[in-house]
């Protein structure tokens, strides 16, 4: 059975309960109404017997006109009273009939000695006979009030009885309920919770990488269709994740291929080009006074060239070091690396102003030597673009960059157009003519790569004659998303 | 002799004579219901053929409670013998009726002045005659009372030895069939309310009160029963008395089996009293205090409600 429908059935018979309790309450209000009824009526029935018994004695006793009468009215007070209809149950509607009976009995005896009592001779027959009725009268009225006050009893037995039932059927629907709560926990703990945990269970194993863990769970109901859906996805992730180690090894391969064709073409190049500038420079120092105005500015341009290409492979080189470097972590004071830098950007140009805005105690967990070259790209960058102003602004710190800490560098110098901002990080891509800011646009791919190297997140914002501002996202907890780990370097 | 509280010890052996009559239906059915048993009591019954020969067995000693209209009773009770009373268990205010016949002029209850009646002297049918006359301001003596016994009853007005006659059920639903038309019957309830009462030695039940409550118990029991299924109730009685259950209609219709203890049965022991003293069946003497006679104490003990003598 599904949950849902479980869940439906468990209400139901809430509500059921709850309802029967309900017209419990009201069935006992409606009996407990009807006894106060017939107690209130017997009261006044009661009162009536007792009157009708007081007049008929003191008329028995003395004869007296006025107790005659008042005998007649009392009459009439109770036969009015024992014929109204009152909520009586069996047993009092057969008392109250009884006493309807005995009354008129009683009425009647009482007539009869009164009729006696007007033609009497006063004989021994005469008195025999009055005594006899007499009798029979203050029986039966003794008897007609001991039934009335039964009557009461009754009542009060009534409403007792009602208290007592609607206690039982109370107490009886409060156990249903308090077993239909237990059983609803149970099933809950069985049904739900169990099957979660489970589930709970499955999805910190597969996120810890068993993909291979399969998920027990054969119910009909809806957690059981979720976990058929579970076994089926990790199936699929399983067969994903395997397909992905298999290209992901490949990937690896040809990458460590590609490194090493790259420095070994990057240290086979500088063989060459060291040749050619070393050759060009002989030729210039032995052979320049033979040589005309024209071939001295070519061997220049050649040896200007061939020195260009050397530091292309000096930073091909340096992004391949940063690509192949072993990961180490440890507390890199960002802080302290920058100003270091600082001193040695303002020593090499000693005659430019630059106000450094470093702040104290910037401290992540990372690699220094990555670090140290990412910061050493950035603040080199801060300084090659902020060369053209004369109040020059570099500074380091951190903020929050999308809710999150963030460590920036940032400048008042050239910045660049946003729109362009894709292409900042590619390497040799220039925002820039070489002849406003010279520069091979690997030093913004290093960082990246560092960056990725970490895990981190890189961002840049800028705008042109704005300067331009760079900033990274340190992360502590997750080290495995760290690109050390990247098969693909 | 009798239970402890525990309910361990020996049952308590009573022996009971019973009239063979519906009147003492309630004891009847509690020994065959095993009602009796249940209350740790060990009854044997002797059953007699009418409620003065159970009497009689009390009195001798063979028994130690008797089930007997209230007449012959309070006549006892005058003579001077202990008895207490320790329930009432019938009461037949209907049953008894005069029944004349109307060749002879009866129609009415003023028409036997001057007739012969017959009845049973010394019974209750003899004071039911008694209170009907005073009940209709009779002299007693305005008819003639002939002694008959209960089965030559119906044969002597047959044969018109007498005008009419005094009787119980079932002899005068008996009469009623067989006379049809030809008789008149004369009840007179105001008159006469007949009890048969549980009664023994005083000696006996003042020494086994408690003893007394667990029969009135079983006898309530038979209450019950009887009131859930009185037709069921009736049969059973039937068959005890290995009569045909419609013999009994009669006094089944005009009796109710109650175990209660009323002010209104004082009333009538006295006239009873009277009635005895006045027709020599008890030496004269001041009225007796019939309240001593009454043992209140088990059926207080057992449902109070069902005593409403003023005490």
Same mark, same amino acid.
């Given at each position: 059975?599904?949950?849902?429908?479980?869940?439906?059935?468990?209400?139901?018979? $809430?509500?059921?309960?709850?309802?029967?309790?309900?017209?419990?309450?009201?069935?006992?209000?409606?009996?407990?109404?009807?006894?106060?009824?017939?107690?209130?009526?017997?009261?006044?029935?009661?009162?009536?017997?007792?009157?009708?018994?007081?007049?008929?004695?003191?008329?028995?006793?003395?004869?007296?006109?006025?107790?005659?009468?008042?005998?007649?009215?009392?009459?009439?007070?109770?036969?009015?009273?024992?014929?109204?209809?009152?909520?009586?149950?069996?047993?009092?509607?057969?008392?109250?009939?009884?006493?309807?009976?005995?009354?008129?009995?009683?009425?009647?005896?009482?007539?009869?000695?009164? !009729?006696?009592?007007?033609?009497?001779?006063?004989?021994?027959?005469?008195?025999?006979?009055?005594?006899?009725?007499?009798?029979?009268?203050?029986?039966?009225?003794?008897?007609?009030?001991?039934?009335?006050?039964?009557?009461?009893?009754?009542?009060?037995? *009534?409403?007792?009885?009602?208290?007592?039932?609607?206690?039982?059927?109370?107490?009886?629907?409060?156990?249903? $309920?308090?077993?239909?709560?237990?059983?609803?926990?149970?099933?809950?703990?069985?049904?739900?919770?169990?099957?979660?945990?489970?589930?709970?269970?499955?999805?910190?194993?597969?996120?810890?990488?068993?993909?291979?863990?399969?998920?027990?769970?054969?119910?009909?109901?809806?957690?059981?269709? $979720?976990?058929?859906?579970?076994?089926?996805?990790?199936?699929?992730?399983?067969?994903?994740?395997?397909?992905?180690?298999?290209?992901?090894?490949?990937?690896?391969?040809?990458?460590?291929?590609?490194?090493?064709?790259?420095?070994?073409?990057?240290?086979?190049?500088?063989?060459?080009?060291?040749?050619?500038?070393?050759?060009?420079?002989?030729?210039?120092?032995?052979?320049?006074?033979?040589?005309?105005?024209?071939? *001295?500015?070519?061997?220049?341009?050649?040896?200007?060239?061939?020195?260009?290409?050397?530091?292309?492979?000096?930073?091909?080189?340096?992004?391949?070091?940063?690509?192949? !470097?072993?990961?180490?972590?440890?507390?890199?004071?960002?802080?302290?690396?920058?100003?270091?830098?600082?001193?040695?950007?303002?020593?090499?140009?000693?005659?430019?102003?630059? *106000?450094?805005?470093?702040?104290?105690?910037?401290?992540?967990?990372?690699?220094?030597?990555?670090?140290?070259?990412?910061?050493?790209?950035?603040?080199? /960058?801060?300084?090659?673009?902020?060369?053209?102003?004369?109040?020059?602004?570099?500074?380091?710190?951190?903020?929050?960059?999308?809710?999150?800490?963030?460590?920036?560098?940032?400048? /008042?110098?050239?910045?660049?157009?946003?729109?362009?901002?894709?292409?900042?990080?590619?390497?040799?891509? *220039?925002?820039?003519?070489?002849?406003?800011?010279?520069?091979?646009?690997?030093?913004?791919?290093?960082?990246?790569?560092?960056?990725?190297?970490?895990?981190?997140?890189?961002?840049?914002?800028?705008?042109?004659?704005?300067?331009?501002?760079?900033?990274?996202?340190?992360?502590?907890?997750?080290?495995?998303?760290?690109?050390?780990?990247?098969?693909?370097? | 002799?009798?239970?402890?509280?525990?309910?361990?010890?020996?049952?308590?052996?009573? &022996?009971?004579?019973?009239?063979?009559?519906?009147?003492?239906?309630?004891?009847?059915?509690?020994?065959?219901?095993?009602?009796?048993?249940?209350?740790?009591?060990?009854?044997?019954?002797?059953?007699?053929?009418?409620?003065?020969?159970?009497?009689?067995?009390?009195?001798?000693?063979?028994?130690?409670?008797?089930?007997?209209?209230?007449?012959?009773?309070?006549?006892?009770?005058?003579?001077?013998?202990?008895?207490?009373?320790?329930?009432?268990?019938?009461?037949?205010?209907?049953?008894?009726?005069?029944?004349?016949?109307?060749?002879?002029?009866?129609?009415?209850?003023?028409?036997?002045?001057?007739?012969?009646?017959?009845?049973?002297?010394?019974?209750?049918?003899?004071?039911?005659?008694?209170?009907?006359?005073?009940?209709?301001?009779?002299?007693?003596?305005?008819?003639?009372?002939?002694?008959?016994?209960?089965?030559?009853?119906?044969?002597?007005?047959?044969?018109?030895?007498?005008?009419?006659?005094?009787?119980?059920?079932?002899?005068?639903?008996?009469?009623?069939?067989?006379?049809?038309?030809?008789?008149?019957?004369?009840?007179?309830?105001?008159?006469?309310?007949? &009890?048969?009462?549980?009664?023994?030695?005083?000696?006996?039940?003042?020494?086994?009160?408690?003893?007394?409550?667990?029969?009135?118990?079983?006898?309530?029991?038979?209450?019950?029963?009887?009131?859930?299924?009185?037709?069921?109730?009736?049969?059973?009685?039937?068959?005890?008395?290995?009569?045909?259950?419609?013999?009994?209609?009669?006094?089944?219709?005009?009796?109710?089996?109650?175990?209660?203890?009323?002010?209104?049965?004082?009333?009538?022991?006295?006239?009873?009293?009277?009635?005895?003293?006045? &027709?020599?069946?008890?030496?004269?003497?001041?009225?007796?205090?019939?309240?001593?006679?009454?043992?209140?104490?088990?059926?207080?003990?057992?449902?109070?409600?069902?005593?409403?003598?003023?005490?």
């Amino acid at each position: 059975m599904k949950i849902s429908s479980k869940a439906r059935w468990a209400a139901a018979t $809430m509500l059921g309960t709850m309802v029967l309790i309900a017209i419990s309450i009201a069935w006992a209000d409606a009996q407990v109404r009807a006894a106060v009824e017939q107690r209130r009526h017997s009261v006044e029935i009661v009162g009536a017997l007792n009157n009708m018994r007081m007049v008929t004695f003191e008329y028995l006793l003395n004869r007296r006109e006025r107790a005659r009468l008042q005998e007649q009215a009392a009459w009439h007070r109770l036969e009015d009273l024992l014929a109204t209809a009152v909520p009586f149950d069996e047993v009092a509607a057969s008392t109250l009939a009884s006493l309807r009976r005995q009354g008129e009995a009683s009425h009647r005896l009482f007539g009869e000695v009164d !009729a006696a009592n007007a033609g009497a001779a006063g004989d021994g027959i005469q008195r025999r006979f009055e005594a006899l009725l007499s009798s029979r009268i203050l029986t039966e009225q003794q008897d007609s009030l001991v039934k009335a006050e039964q009557l009461i009893d009754d009542a009060g037995a *009534r409403i007792d009885a009602t208290q007592r039932r609607v206690v039982q059927v109370t107490a009886l629907g409060l156990l249903l $309920m308090a077993i239909l709560t237990a059983a609803a926990a149970w099933l809950f703990l069985r049904d739900v919770l169990g099957p979660i945990a489970r589930l709970e269970l499955a999805t910190r194993e597969v996120a810890a990488g068993n993909w291979s863990f399969g998920l027990n769970v054969d119910s009909a109901d809806e957690l059981g269709d $979720m976990a058929r859906h579970f076994n089926a996805m990790t199936r699929a992730l399983r067969d994903s994740f395997g397909r992905l180690v298999v290209s992901n090894r490949e990937l690896v391969t040809l990458n460590k291929e590609l490194e090493s064709f790259s420095y070994s073409v990057s240290h086979d190049l500088r063989s060459p080009l060291r040749s050619m500038d070393g050759f060009s420079l002989a030729l210039l120092e032995d052979y320049g006074d033979r040589l005309d105005e024209e071939a *001295r500015d070519s061997l220049q341009r050649i040896r200007g060239a061939s020195q260009r290409m050397g530091r292309l492979i000096d930073e091909l080189l340096g992004l391949a070091r940063v690509t192949r !470097a072993e990961l180490r972590l440890q507390s890199v004071d960002i802080s302290a690396i920058a100003r270091e830098i600082a001193e040695g950007l303002a020593k090499a140009q000693p005659e430019r102003r630059v *106000r450094w805005e470093i702040e104290d105690g910037i401290v992540v967990m990372g690699d220094r030597e990555l670090l140290a070259i990412a910061l050493q790209n950035l603040l080199d /960058n801060a300084w090659k673009f902020t060369s053209k102003v004369p109040e020059a602004v570099i500074q380091v710190g951190t903020r929050q960059e999308d809710g999150k800490p963030a460590c920036f560098v940032s400048d /008042n110098g050239a910045g660049f157009d946003m729109a362009y901002a894709a292409r900042l990080f590619g390497a040799f891509q *220039r925002l820039h003519h070489e002849s406003d800011f010279p520069g091979t646009g690997v030093g913004l791919a290093i960082v990246q790569r560092v960056m990725r190297r970490h895990g981190w997140s890189l961002g840049a914002r800028g705008a042109p004659g704005q300067g331009a501002t760079f900033y990274f996202q340190p992360t502590e907890q997750d080290d495995e998303r760290r690109e050390q780990d990247h098969p693909a370097g | 002799m009798h239970l402890s509280a525990g309910g361990a010890a020996q049952p308590l052996k009573l &022996r009971l004579a019973l009239p063979t009559v519906p009147h003492a239906g309630l004891l009847h059915l509690a020994a065959a219901l095993g009602y009796f048993h249940d209350q740790g009591i060990d009854a044997s019954l002797m059953r007699e053929i009418h409620g003065k020969a159970a009497l009689a067995e009390l009195l001798q000693g063979r028994a130690d409670l008797a089930v007997v209209a209230d007449v012959p009773v309070v006549i006892e009770l005058l003579k001077g013998v202990p008895l207490n009373i320790v329930a009432s268990v019938a009461n037949a205010p209907t049953e008894l009726a005069v029944l004349g016949r109307t060749d002879r002029g009866i129609h009415g209850p003023r028409d036997l002045i001057g007739k012969r009646i017959g009845v049973s002297l010394g019974t209750s049918g003899e004071y039911f005659l008694w209170a009907f006359l005073v009940r209709n301001r009779m002299a007693p003596d305005a008819p003639q009372f002939v002694d008959l016994p209960p089965a030559k009853l119906i044969g002597a007005l047959r044969d018109g030895d007498v005008d009419a006659i005094a009787a119980w059920q079932p002899v005068r639903h008996q009469a009623e069939l067989d006379f049809g038309n030809a008789i008149v019957s004369l009840p007179a309830p105001d008159a006469y309310a007949q &009890r048969f009462v549980l009664v023994g030695r005083r000696e006996y039940v003042q020494a086994h009160a408690q003893d007394l409550s667990r029969l009135i118990r079983a006898l309530l029991d038979a209450e019950v029963y009887v009131r859930a299924a009185p037709a069921r109730a009736k049969s059973m009685l039937a068959g005890l008395f290995k009569l045909n259950p419609e013999i009994l209609d009669p006094s089944w219709r005009d009796m109710t089996l109650e175990v209660e203890q009323q002010q209104a049965q004082l009333v009538t022991l006295e006239d009873v009293a009277a009635w005895a003293m006045a &027709r020599g069946y008890a030496p004269r003497q001041p009225m007796p205090n019939f309240l001593s006679y009454l043992d209140l104490d088990p059926l207080l003990a057992v449902n109070p409600e069902r005593v409403t003598v003023v005490r």
